[in-house]
Nanobody, 127 residues
Framework: QVQLVESGGGLVQAGGSLRLSCAAS????????MGWFRQAPGKEREFVAA????????HYGDSVKGRFTIFRDNAHNMVYLRMNSLKPDDTAVFYC????????????????????WGQGTQVTVSS
């Protein structure tokens, strides 16, 4: 069982930056690939970014490439999402998730691959 708790959301102006954090309560954190998803009102949950267990592989959704960076700290059971050049379209609840990837050195990019989810943190970008 993995418990995930996100933090760092808030209100920011367009063009600004935020860093989201996700704390994982498990003794086997490095066994999991980690991901971030987001869900805006009235829309489906959308893949944002994923990172492999080592941090060596990352993948990003097309809408955030070049603006967002995912990274992790296995020593402290943390995963982060650095978000730059934020746009009003980035407004959503952001969720942290954990998965066991099919490729042990890979990531998970599909929602159904993730077994554990946090409760979400709200990010609001004003224009």
């Amino acid at each position: 069982q993995v418990q995930l708790v996100e933090s760092g959301g808030g209100l920011v102006q367009a063009g600004g930056s935020l860093r989201l954090s996700c704390a994982a309560s498990t003794s086997t954190f490095s066994a999991y690939a980690m991901g971030w998803f987001r869900q805006a009102p009235g829309k489906e949950r959308e893949f944002v970014a994923a990172v492999s267990w080592s941090g060596g592989r990352t993948h990003y959704g097309d809408s955030v490439k070049g603006r967002f960076t995912i990274f992790r700290d296995n020593a402290h059971n943390m995963v982060y999402l650095r978000m730059n050049s934020l746009k009003p379209d980035d407004t959503a609840v952001f969720y942290c998730a954990a998965c066991i990837p099919a490729d042990v050195v890979g990531t998970c990019k599909e929602l159904y691959e993730y077994d554990y989810w946090g409760q979400g943190t709200q990010v609001t970008v004003s224009s």
